[in-house]
């Protein structure tokens, strides 16, 4: 069928919006008509090709629309559905079938190949092909395919504009405090970092009932905000030294958690320095391959862990319906993290997200 889509065709280029052809749905997938699309910092990966990516390739992995079709072998979803695109993973791996599909085996085929799972691409103009599938959505775009696995029926009661972002950067943040660390209420918590991943952690911790809050991030507004959702302490590391800062909150003990976002090797060294014994710091941010950091190892004989955590150790089908009832309840407001932007707007959209003019850019499909 024919869609618009915005193609990416060079290293580090724009994105520009051309009519190419989209495949009919297989047995197994699900076309969805876009209704909005969060961006990412990871679809500036392979654009970028931090991520080594093929080009021309559509990205896009946060997307919200409403079903039209379904393939003969899907059973949980029918047309006309509300749904989220997530994250995919093959169902068949040790990881994926011991409910951890986050850490399936084939994540990065499943994810970052830019085709299905057997290799056939999902999108062509004339001749070329056009390297869809990213993230088994590729959902900057009109209509979208993904498979029965990665996509998530929601209620059709709720402001479907919002939800995209819900199946990436908000999942990754609050699950990693819900699903990953399990904080108890009247533990502290440091998260660096007050991007959409960072606050939605904030919105989680709050939830979860830790009494101190602290966010550390350069950017004073995105600090604000941090306060008006629910951060008992904002630190900015450009004019205090967060390690000593927190240290002096807990009256010398650090948190019990921390969180970094953002990929910054020295802030995750703060965040490691910033736990008390038997304390654990979760690890989200992506720095580039081969990136790696010297922790005190005398610290961490202390008790103290660092892990990483990818896409909060959610199971998507579960989480997403959690962290939608929290905001029809009026607990998990990440609508505050978003800004709106049309389709054909999306060069400003993603510029005003790299440059922290905006904290969660959604792209709307008319």
């Keep these: 069928m024919k869609i618009t889509a915005a193609v990416m065709r060079e290293k580090g280029g724009r994105f520009a919006l051309e009519g190419i052809e989209l495949d009919e749905p297989k047995d197994d997938e699900v076309l969805i008509r876009m209704n909005s699309c ?16 093929p080009f021309p390739a559509v990205y896009g992995h946060e997307g919200a629309g409403i079903v039209e079709k379904v393939g003969s072998r899907v059973s949980k979803l029918a047309p006309g559905d509300h749904v989220v695109m997530s994250c995919n993973s093959c169902g068949h791996c040790d990881t994926c079938q011991t409910g951890k599909p986050m850490y399936c085996r084939h994540f990065f085929k499943a994810n970052f190949s830019f085709a299905r799972m057997d ?117 900015n590391p450009r004019t205090a030294d967060p390690v000593k800062t927190i240290q002096e909150i807990t009256g010398g003990h650090g948190t019990q958690f921390s969180l970094e976002t953002s990929g910054n090797l020295s802030a995750l060294r703060q965040a490691v320095d910033s736990i008390r014994i038997m304390g654990e710091c979760g690890m989200i941010g992506a720095p580039a391959f081969g990136s790696e950091i010297g922790l005190d190892t005398w610290g961490l004989l202390l008790g103290r862990k660092i892990r990483g955590i990818c896409e909060g150790d959610a199971v998507p089908d579960l989480f997403i319906p959690k962290l939608i009832e929290l905001y029809r309840q009026g607990r998990f407001p990440f609508d505050k993290l978003i800004k709106f932007y049309d389709f054909d707007q999306i060069n400003e959209a993603m510029e005003d997200s790299e440059r922290g003019r905006t904290i969660k850019a959604v792209l709307r499909f008319k």
């Design 119 to 235: 290799g056939t691409p999902t999108m062509h103009k004339n001749e070329e092909v056009v390297h869809g599938a990213f993230f088994n959505q590729s959902s900057f775009a009109t209509y979208a395919l993904g498979t029965e696995r990665s996509v998530v029926k929601i209620p059709s009661d709720v402001p479907l504009e919002l939800m995209g972002p819900l199946g990436c950067g908000v999942q990754t943040g609050a699950g990693a405090v819900i699903n990953s660390l399990h904080p108890q209420a009247g533990d502290s918590i440091a998260i660096y970092g007050a991007g959409s991943v960072g606050l939605s952690a904030l919105l989680a911790a709050v939830v979860t009932g830790c009494a101190v809050r602290i966010c550390v991030d350069p950017n004073e507004e995105r600090l604000k905000l941090a306060l008006e959702l629910g951060a008992t302490h904002v630190i």
């Design 38 to 53: 969060g961006i990412c910092h990871t679809d500036t990966l392979p654009r970028d090709q931090v991520v080594p990516g």
